[in-house]
């Protein structure tokens, strides 16, 4: 089937806009996560959600950054405020189970192509 | 600090040859698993290896564990010029809750020249 989808691709604001970036994962993944990757590095985590909750958001920088899972399929990662330093590629990814230790199929977190956040 | 380091940061060899990368980690792993990245965009899902294995193989890929020493390598054969890009290891780390974050190195930015 499809792969995980971004949208949009590219995003171009102004300083102090509010943002929102749609990350529709592969179908039947029940986890989904959240990546920022910034030029020359590799990617950093954001927020990971199993099912609908988010299990673990110890990556998210600050308040300024929020993500919702309402239905447990799509995620829309927000951001208020927008400040330079946002400005990265901000990669969404998905496995078919979030629990270690079963197999490696289940656990392979498949990635997206991105959105390339550029604030000015 | 990333949990894995990825050595060196730049390689280029010529089409034909083989690509050794090598990935160093602090702490306890569940798994250990290598990306590719054309382009700054989407990774590319290579290989994954539990923290019970040694050794895996996949196509031209060979990938090799060592939890003794906190290190995994990357073995390309036979380079082709379609195997430029960065890659990344990735560890998903043991224990601590719902820790299923994967936590990458610096990348190791690959040239196979034709």
């Known amino acids: 089937g499809a792969g995980v989808s971004q949208t949009p691709s590219n995003k171009v604001t102004e300083k102090g806009k509010y943002v929102e970036l749609r990350c529709d994962p592969i179908s039947g993944h029940t986890a989904l996560y959240w990546y920022r990757q910034s030029l020359g590095q590799g990617p950093e985590f954001l927020i990971y959600?199993?099912?609908?909750?988010?299990?673990?958001d110890s990556g998210l920088p600050n308040d300024r950054f929020f993500a919702v899972r309402p239905e447990g399929s799509v995620s829309t990662l927000k951001i208020q405020r927008t400040e330079r330093g946002d400005s990265a590629v901000y990669l969404c990814?998905?496995?078919?189970?979030?629990?270690?230790?079963?197999?490696?199929?289940?656990?392979?977190?498949?990635f997206g192509p991105g959105t390339r956040l550029l604030v000015l | 600090s990333q949990q894995g380091e990825e050595d060196p940061q730049a390689l280029s060899i010529q089409e034909g040859e083989n690509a050794t990368m090598n990935c160093s980690y602090k702490t306890s792993i569940n798994n250990l698993q290598w990306y590719r990245q054309n382009s700054g965009r989407g990774l590319v899902h290579l290989i994954l290896?539990?923290?019970?294995?040694r050794e895996k193989h996949s196509g031209r890929l060979r990938v090799t564990l060592d939890t003794s020493k906190k290190s995994s390598s990357l073995l390309i054969t036979a380079s082709r010029a379609a195997d430029t890009a960065s890659y990344f290891c990735a560890t998903d780390v043991r224990g601590g809750g719902s820790a299923r974050q994967l936590t990458f190195g610096s990348g190791t930015q690959l040239t196979v020249l034709p």
């Open positions: 959600f199993q099912g609908t909750g988010a299990a673990d």
């Open positions: 990814a998905s496995s078919l189970i979030g629990l270690a230790g079963t197999s490696p199929t289940q656990e392979t977190q498949y």
């Open positions: 290896i539990r923290s019970n294995e």
